[in-house]
């Protein structure tokens, strides 16, 4: 049996305020995906619930590849 997995929905992460935070996106699962500048421009991935990143990528292909296999490895629903 084939899954066909669904694509991750993302949206502007916001502050507190309710303001957008720039260059910051959270997905439908709770990750949290941001641009961090580096010498290289990478992005960060945060865990639900985690104050720190668990990866730093070059494209949002890469973060897309990475979340799944997250959620797949810890059961996370989408």
């Given amino acids: 049996m084939t899954m066909i997995q669904e694509p991750l929905k993302w949206r502007a992460k916001r502050n507190r305020d309710g303001d957008t935070i720039k260059d910051c996106w959270v997905t439908d699962a709770g990750y949290t995906v941001a ?14 619930g ?10 949002r ?4 590849a990475i979340i ?11």
Avoid: I, N, Q
């Fill in 50 to 59: 985690d104050a720190a990143p668990f990866a730093y990528l070059s494209t």
């Fill in 35 to 48: 641009v961090c500048r580096l010498p290289d421009t990478r992005y960060t991935v945060t865990r639900p």
């Fill in 68 to 78: 799944k296999a997250d959620m797949a490895a810890s059961e996370v629903p989408a």
């Fill in 61 to 64: 292909d890469e973060v897309v």
